[in-house]
Antibody, heavy 118, light 107 residues
């Protein structure tokens, strides 16, 4: 089955760290760009970061640059998001997504919830 | 960043009706626009990409149009499973950005 499965979400205090993981299966993971997209309660979707097929290029939205790091392991078909210096405004459902040739996100995981609160 | 504005924010329609949702970009994005459907508690699902191309497996009652700054998603012959929230997304200019969503409710 073609799917993405996220893990690693949870409750963390402001200033803390969390590492999200995404396991891909059922498709040729190494040929796709991968992204993380988040959605805060009642808010619009927000693209967070993406990574090229071989990991040589990585891009971030301004609000997380310098705090978040995206990485991938093509041998194990996984992508991760290391989140440091977390803030309340980082609280959201985080989705792992596959980037299609049309620059759209054609496969989504079920999401993992991150809550930043004291 | 490019601002994506959808209208209306919510719309009511009956099963069998047709509905059109629009999305306006704050600057031209060529045809780099996608539409997604999201149901409560679920991840978004890609419907349309490159403004008018139907994603594999999506029913043909969904169609997209537009280019430049103005785009539309039309759903004909609404089915019960179509009542959900719809988002547009631009992918022309970094960073990719989304509209605020349009909630389609049953009348």
């Amino acid at each position: 089955e073609v799917q993405l499965v996220e893990s690693g979400g949870g409750l963390v205090q402001p200033g803390g760290s969390l590492r999200l993981s995404c396991a891909a299966s059922g498709f040729s993971f190494r040929i796709y760009w991968m992204s993380w997209v988040r959605q805060a309660p009642g808010k619009r979707l927000e693209w967070v970061a993406n990574i090229k097929q071989d990991g040589s290029e990585r891009y971030y939205v301004d609000s997380v640059r310098g705090r978040f790091t995206i990485s991938r392991d093509n041998a194990n078909n996984s992508v991760s998001l290391q989140m440091n210096s977390l803030r309340a405004e980082d609280s959201a459902v985080y989705y792992c997504t596959r980037d299609s040739g049309g620059r759209a996100f054609d496969l989504w995981g079920q999401g993992t919830v991150v809550t930043v609160s004291s | 960043d490019i601002q994506m504005t959808q209208s209306p924010s919510s719309v009511s329609a009956a099963v069998g009706d047709s509905v059109t949702i629009t999305c306006r970009a704050s600057q031209g994005i060529n045809s780099w626009l996608a539409w997604y459907q999201q149901k409560p508690g679920k991840a978004p699902n890609l419907l349309i990409y490159l403004a008018s191309r139907l994603q594999s497996g999506v029913p043909s009652r969904f169609s997209g149009s537009g280019s430049g700054t103005d785009f539309a998603l039309t759903i004909t012959s609404l089915q019960p499973e179509d009542f959900a929230t719809y988002f547009c997304q631009q992918a022309n200019t970094f960073p990719s950005t989304f509209g605020q969503g349009t909630k389609l409710e049953i009348k």
